[in-house]
């Protein structure tokens, strides 16, 4: 992940990490390493899973998943995608989007968010950022409506759909049997997969190059060995077992978070040992926080 990411994120990881060093959804507090060792963390470059991203659409709204659909088709023909891939992966600048305020009265597009999964959506001052929310934007200017972004915890955001109080869910969402009860899913317009996030010192996994070997180590890993994970989403699957996204899960402690940068940061103070969650944010969060070392 090219540097600038890690720049445009320190600002909005920062409030998150001083509020929520050791802050796991059950409250533990920091009781690791002094925050003084500048301890970093490290990515291993091992796809562990293969998933698929698109969009939850509000089943009652079948024009506008054909809406969405063919917008997807036409971003990808005439490069546009690219050129919003492009922002986050190969060094162009983002474009902030801004939400307007909800108003039934007027004709809104309202889209469901988690804003914590930088680089498909995270803040920046109040407005909000990412690839999923730049296509957001176009989305809603293609459709001739106005814009309003709701955030809110990532394993509401099908939820909300699914109770017709969003249009559609835009949220890094892997798609998954049990998302369908509640969206109908767009075509997908990203390949995504699950990585580990070690402390830089640990070697464990060093010399391992492909996801069975990794599985199987992690499969050997009893209950005192706690990994952290950012709450619903396929890495708290990953870790707890899923019979839809077809993981047998691990015998070590699930930790769940509210995102994935408290997780990492809990990693670093000594209070979990790993970190699941998707390649794209794992790479976003590790360079922003050891940035901030």
Known sequence: MKKLLAV?????LTVGMLAGCGGSDNGGSSS??????????????????????????????PELLEQVNAFIAKIQEDGTLDEIFDKYFGGGEPTPVESAAL???????V????????PFEYMEGENYVG??????????????????????DFDAVCLSVGQQKCDIAMAGLTVSDERKEYVTFSD?????????????DDTTFDDMTDADSIAAALGELDSSVKIGVQ??????????????????GLEATCQTYKSGSLAVQDMLNGNIDYVIIDAAPAAAITAAINEMQ
């Open 8 to 12: 445009v994120l320190t600002a909005a």
């Open 32 to 61: 690791g390493s002094d925050a003084g060792s500048a301890k970093t963390a490290k990515v291993i470059d091992v796809d562990l899973t293969s998933e698929e991203y698109a969009f939850g659409v509000d089943k009652s709204q």
């Open 103 to 109: 108003d039934e009265s007027k004709d809104q597009l």
């Open 111 to 118: 889209v469901a968010t988690n804003a914590a999964f930088e």
């Open 131 to 152: 690839i999923d929310m730049e296509i957001a934007a176009l989305l809603a200017e293609e459709l001739g409506q106005e814009l309003v972004i709701q955030n809110m």
């Open 188 to 200: 997908t317009y990203y390949q995504a997969s699950q990585r580990l996030i070690v402390p830089s």
């Open 231 to 248: 709450q619903g989403t396929t890495g708290n699957s990953y870790v707890e077992g899923s019979e839809d996204l077809g993981f047998p």
